[in-house]
């Protein structure tokens, strides 16, 4: 059955969605910027797994913690040597700090672009699946194998993820510095550790997503850019900052593009989201789940 | 003690710099005689005047809009469509280009007067896209990714190139009337410290929107012209990517001064070119620069050279502002 | 009719009554001290006062003219200027074109706004720095600069929040001085303060808040030995 059949498809890509956007929204929440640079750790994690996959001839499942890894050390050092700047007293740009973080992530986004356009070339490698089992069949639906463990192995790091960041000492420091630096730091929580676990923790979690997709979504140096504007419509549809809303945001965009690419247009289903991100951005910018920005 | 404006001066030197940098660029072809380069010489102009419409906007007003190419994009295609469906040249095409484009600029910039920091930039950033989408997907009117071909103004390269000197020195005299004016100081208010300016006074919404529209104007008008040269336009104009150039250009030039986007932008496309010979590294190259310069010298090349020529004693650091 | 009025102003934010049905009006002329203990409502009142929030009920009228719901461009040029706690400049520009924004912003010409900042930055003994960028001066000659962006234009009301706040006593004494000299000439003033003795020896009346509400508005002596005020500060049955 057709919609049913879409109605998987689009949970299952939202799960894939879940994972990015968790990242970025959680780097929101505890730095106050968006990670303009959150594609290509995507990109670069696709590429870890499916090169070590493919080059070195290690099997998929050993690939996929490889990329998590890989993931993590971007993450850190990023964090440590661009985002420091942003609470560690650096006045060159004194207030105007959200326009450095912007400046810095975006010019290191194309950085990472043409790096590994240039060391590894523009071409499409196809990375390989988790399971060599095309299709799966269960009940009316049917699904290609590496989808379905792809989406449970998603499932698992994303609860696993909320489980830490909910009950772990170092995920509460994290909620704690996300609701009030300022008091947080007077309470005595290293913020700046906090900062980098959560980049760190961002930048593994994208890397994974990448992997996870290379088989679907085959990795080149640009293909972390697409994702990247679904996750920035996520994180503000759920509010940035919310990890539960951009969950649940990421299943409903996953869903709507589903549907939508087939019943209303496939050419301009990227605009979609794009309209939504605007429409939210102006009229409801704490998303479903967020916190209204406070002024003055 | 005189009465003296310092920010005036400034102002005035940048200024002088500028308009020694385009003295240089007008003398340059009777060095450089080969058509080629004279034609790296002239896009790198059309990336100037992108990259000053963009400092005004950022630099100078704060608002850090991530859509300087595509009102580039905008403009070329005004010019280029009317020419395709009606036959129109340059001397009307170009002047609608500054039309549509600071009308356009005028809208967004209503639009976005609410966002800040990272939600402007999400915006400008979804609107870059969903412009450069429509364009390229709206193929029976725009002919999408085949681009549309644009008639030329004159023959030969010479022409071009002092036309687009002339316009650019237009730009930086306006530009400096502008900044020296009051306009010039709510501008820098409203980047500086908005809330501060509302409550002196300084109508914000007026001059947001003026700065995306002078901007917006100014693209468009580049983007116009250089169609009419490179008599041909495409999607491409309006790439993230070519954003990315634009903002090079201006963070390694140097931010919020009259120098910086006009020596940055000849400097990164000229090498550029020299680069192109040598396996295409100018992106990795000029943005790793731009983070190495966002993160350390903040004021661009020309504060480089501004300091190494001051050597005043070292002034109290800037107190840090708590502003969590 | 009073220069401002103040009639049944509340504010909430979600649970927490920030302001609590306050009155009071103060004539042309006055210069009238607003105390309290932190979190009393104070900022928060003046916040409303130049438009940078909306009450949730009240209003607040000017010369007799409602002004509620305005925004502060157009409050700072009906005459309602404000100095922030927390020192709000334009850091990238010199100290004089920081007196210079507000003068054209106000309306005055080019010229005469550069001789009315020129006088400014004399009275105030900051000529020194006018060069400089606000950013690079001390927080005490950023808070004088700010103090005195609002007297470009004679305001119809300046409404100064903590001005002597961490200040040094130099630069304290200047602006005092500053204020004692235009109140003579007729200025209006709502001073912000938690400093007593400047309270006392500036202003003849004072208005006391206490939890968002107006507890006393009297003469300032009279305020300040009031048992309601004096608990409120101390804590006890109004905290």
Not at chain 1, 43 to 57: D, I, K, P, R, S
Not at chain 1, 232 to 238: A, E, K
Not at chain 2, 183 to 202: M, Q, W
Not at chain 3, 114 to 128: H, N, P, V
Request: net charge positive.
């Amino acid at each position: 059955m057709l919609t049913l059949d879409l109605l998987i498809n689009g949970l299952v890509i939202g799960v894939f969605y879940a994972l990015m956007a968790i990242g970025l929204s959680l780097i929101f929440g505890i730095l106050k910027v968006v990670n303009f640079a959150h594609g290509e750790f995507y990109m670069v994690g696709a590429y870890a797994y499916t090169l070590l996959a493919l080059m070195v001839g290690v099997s998929p499942w050993l690939a996929l913690p490889f990329a998590l890894i890989v993931g993590l050390l971007l993450g850190l050092v990023v964090e440590r040597l661009l985002m420091r700047p942003l609470y560690s007293g650096y006045t060159s740009w004194g207030v105007m700090r959200d326009e450095y973080a912007v400046i810095v992530t975006f010019a290191l986004s194309i950085f990472l672009i043409n790096v590994v356009d240039k060391v590894v070339g523009p071409y499409a490698y196809k990375g390989p699946p988790l399971i060599d089992i095309s299709r799966i069949t269960i009940g009316p639906v049917a699904i290609s194998g590496h989808r379905l463990i792809a989406a449970i192995v998603a499932v698992a790091v994303i609860v696993a993820v909320a489980l830490i960041i909910r009950y772990s000492f170092w995920g509460r420091q994290i909620q704690a510095v996300s609701q009030n630096r300022l008091g947080a730091s007077l309470a005595g929580i290293d913020t700046a550790k906090a900062s980098a676990i959560v980049f760190s923790l961002a930048g593994g979690l994208a890397a994974v997503s990448g992997a996870l997709l290379a088989n679907i979504f085959n990795p080149t140096p640009d293909v972390g850019v697409f994702p990247a504007i679904k996750s920035y419509v996520i994180v503000v549809l759920g509010g940035m900052g919310s990890v539960p809303g951009s969950v649940v945001a990421s299943i409903i965009l996953g869903v709507l593009e589903s549907f939508g690419g087939v019943y209303i247009s496939y050419q301009y289903r990227d605009t979609f989201g794009l309209f939504i991100l605007i429409l939210f951005l102006l009229f409801r910018p704490q998303g479903l789940f967020g916190e209204k920005a406070r002024e003055v | 003690m005189a009465a003296t404006q310092p920010t005036n001066t400034r102002l005035k030197v940048e200024f002088a710099v500028s308009l020694v940098l385009l003295a240089v660029v007008a003398a340059l072809p009777a060095v450089v005689t080969n058509a080629y380069w004279q034609g790296v010489i002239i896009v790198s102009m059309y990336f100037a005047m992108l990259s000053i419409a963009w400092n005004l906007l950022a630099g100078d007003t704060g608002q850090f809009s991530l859509a300087p190419a595509t009102f580039g994009m905008l403009g070329a295609y005004t010019t280029g469509l009317l020419s395709y469906y009606y036959g129109t040249g340059a001397a009307i095409g170009v002047p609608a280009a500054v039309i549509v484009s600071g009308g356009i600029g005028l809208l967004l910039g209503r639009i976005v007067l609410r966002l800040r920091g990272p939600y402007l930039a999400l915006t400008t950033l979804s609107f870059a896209e969903i412009m450069r989408l429509v364009i390229s997907n709206s193929i029976d009117f725009t002919r999408g990714d085949l681009g549309l071909n644009v008639p030329g103004i004159f023959q030969g390269r010479l022409p071009y190139y002092y036309l687009f000197v002339i316009v650019l020195l237009a730009t930086q005299i306006g530009l400096f009337y502008l900044l020296r004016s009051r306009a010039g100081l709510f501008l820098r208010a409203i980047r500086d410290d908005e809330i501060a300016a509302a409550s002196r006074g300084v109508r914000i919404v007026y001059w947001k929107t003026f700065a995306f529209t002078l901007s917006a104007a100014i693209s468009g008008l580049a983007g116009a012209l250089y169609g009419h040269f490179a008599q041909f336009v495409s999607p491409e104009l309006g790439l993230i990517s070519q954003t990315g150039i634009v903002i090079s250009m201006v963070v390694i030039g140097g931010l919020g001064t009259m120098v910086g986007p006009l020596a940055g932008a000849l400097l990164v496309y000229v090498a550029s070119e020299f680069l192109r010979d040598s396996g295409n590294w100018q992106l990795v190259i000029f943005s790793l620069l731009v983070i190495v310069f966002a993160r350390f010298f903040r004021q661009g090349l020309w504060g480089i050279l501004l300091s190494a020529f001051n050597r005043k004693p070292a002034r109290p650091a800037a107190p840090a502002t708590a502003t969590e | 009719m009073p220069c401002l009025a103040i009639k049944n102003v509340s504010k909430a934010f979600g649970g927490l009554k920030a302001i609590d049905n306050a009155s009071f009006s103060i004539e042309a002329g006055e210069l009238v001290g607003l105390i309290g203990p932190n979190g009393s409502g104070k900022t928060t009142l003046l916040n409303i006062l130049s438009g940078h929030l909306s009450c949730d009920s009240g209003s607040v009228e000017l010369d007799g003219k409602p002004i509620t719901g305005l925004r502060p461009e157009v409050l700072a040029r009906h005459g309602v200027l404000r100095m922030f706690q927390l020192t709000r400049s334009f850091p990238r520009m010199s100290a004089f074109d920081n007196l210079m924004v507000t003068g054209c912003a106000l309306g005055l010409s080019q010229s005469d706004a550069e001789k009315r900042a020129m006088k400014l930055l004399e009275d105030l003994s900051l000529t020194r720095i006018m060069g400089l960028d606000a950013g690079q001066l001390s927080g005490g000659q950023m808070k004088l600069l700010e103090f005195g962006s609002c007297f470009m234009v004679p305001p119809r009301i300046a409404l100064l929040d903590e001005p002597f706040a961490a200040v040094h006593p130099t630069l304290k004494e200047i602006m005092s001085g500053f204020i004692r000299s235009r109140h003579a000439e007729g200025q209006t003033f709502i001073v912000v303060s938690h400093d007593m003795p400047v309270v006392v020896e500036l202003c003849p009346r004072s208005v006391c808040m206490n939890a968002g509400r107006v507890i006393a508005d009297e003469t300032t002596r009279k305020v300040l030995s009031d048992k309601v005020v004096i608990e409120a500060y101390l804590g006890g049955a109004a905290a």
